[in-house]
């Protein structure tokens, strides 16, 4: 079965760069979700689209955006990088809650290292 | 929001080994998921448990909704169960949200 494809998978940038974090949903999902995870924490919600349409927000800094496009993958995008952005990005799909099914399903991770 | 409450925090185990983990909620969830993170990061899906008992091979789960907690059951433990566990619920919106997690280890 088809499972939540992340690109890419290691990312090392320097601190102030720029960087894009790409996911592609399970197909036939509508609705897609960022998580970021810092080292020894549990996953902390970012951001989330549904229907290519941002439809709840966390605790996502002013320095990221992120959007879903007409094919409904997702972009995060993260400007300004700050060592403390070093950690494990997740995207992870859903159908349309709660009609369409109650499980997310999550990618396997991108890892972000600032230097 | 809701508080999510994993225990026990960490547990070192034995192969061959039981272990039970526990998710306490402050109030009532209607969606909850059971997650196994590997060593290598990897988020894994276990069970979908609202209400009532599911089991896959050596796991199961049960989740008791007006009591407000679940359980996963680990038999058998082997090595590659090691990671960490984590709980999640998704309430009024459509976000999920985890639990701090607990963290198994299973020596050979």
């Known amino acids: 079965a088809a499972g939540v494809i992340q690109s890419p998978r290691h990312l090392i940038k320097e601190k102030r760069e720029t960087a894009t974090l790409k996911c592609y949903p399970i197909p036939r999902h509508d609705t897609v979700y960022w998580y970021q995870q810092g080292p020894g924490q549990d996953p902390q919600f970012l951001i989330s689209f549904y229907e290519k349409m941002q439809s709840d927000k966390g605790s996502i800094p002013d320095r990221f955006s992120a959007q879903q496009f007409s094919d409904y993958h997702s972009e995060l995008n993260m400007s300004s990088l700050e060592l403390g952005d070093s950690a494990l990005y997740f995207c992870?799909?859903?159908?349309?809650?709660?009609?369409?099914?109650?499980?997310?399903?999550f990618g396997e991770g991108s890892w972000l290292t600032v230097v | 929001g809701i508080q999510v409450e994993q225990s026990p925090p960490d547990l070192i185990l034995q192969e061959g080994a039981n272990s039970t983990l526990r998710c306490n909620f402050s109030?009532?969830?209607?969606?909850l998921q059971w997650f196994h993170q590997n060593p290598w990061g990897q988020l894994i899906n276990l069970f979908y448990?609202?209400?009532g008992t599911k089991q896959n091979g050596r796991l199961s789960a049960t989740t008791v909704a007006t009591e407000r907690y679940s359980l996963l059951y680990i038999s058998s433990s082997q090595t590659t169960d090691s990671g960490v566990y984590f709980c999640g619920y998704r309430g009024g919106s459509e976000k999920l949200v985890f639990g701090k997690g607990m963290k198994l280890t299973v020596n050979p």
């Open positions: 992870a799909s859903s159908p349309t809650f709660p009609w369409g099914g109650n499980t997310i399903y």
């Open positions: 109030d009532s969830v209607n969606n």
């Open positions: 448990i609202p209400s």
